[in-house]
Nanobody, 123 residues
Framework: QVQLVESGGGLVQAGGSLRLSCAAS????????MGWYRQVPGKQRELVAR?????????NYADSVKGRFTISRDNAKNTVYLQMNSLKPEDTAVYYC???????????????WGQGTQVTVSS
């Protein structure tokens, strides 16, 4: 069984910073791409940032967070991070970690999701 456990959410004032972490655990052969998504009530979940598992890690960001958020990963720890700077009230959402993982009991890779962590930015 593969699990993703997130940490680092909370309440911060506009202009502040937070760092989210997400660790994948379980019987894992390989962790492929990892990413962060966010969702607010009544809206669809949207991609915030994602990173490949290649050397150096190819990254993609939503236009709304470019220049403010940085995604990174530690492959040895199967962990992905999201450094969020210059936070705005519109960044308020539940942030979800996602990872494409090949578990030890399957020839296929699957997408797994964390439980979500609340980020609230006050004005």
């Amino acid at each position: 069984q593969v699990q993703l456990v997130e940490s680092g959410g909370g309440l911060v004032q506009a202009g502040g910073s937070l760092r989210l972490s997400c660790a994948a655990s379980g019987s894992i052969i390989r962790v492929n791409r990892m990413g962060w998504y966010r969702q607010v009530p009544g809206k669809q979940r949207e991609l915030v940032a994602r990173i490949s598992n290649t050397s150096g890690g190819t990254t993609n960001y939503a236009d709304s967070v470019k220049g403010r958020f940085t995604i990174s990963r530690d492959n040895a720890k199967n962990t992905v991070y999201l450094q969020m700077n210059s936070l705005k009230p519109e960044d308020t959402a539940v942030y979800y970690c996602s990872a494409n993982v090949k578990p030890s009991d399957s020839v296929w890779s699957y997408d797994y999701w964390g439980q979500g962590t609340q980020v609230t930015v006050s004005s």
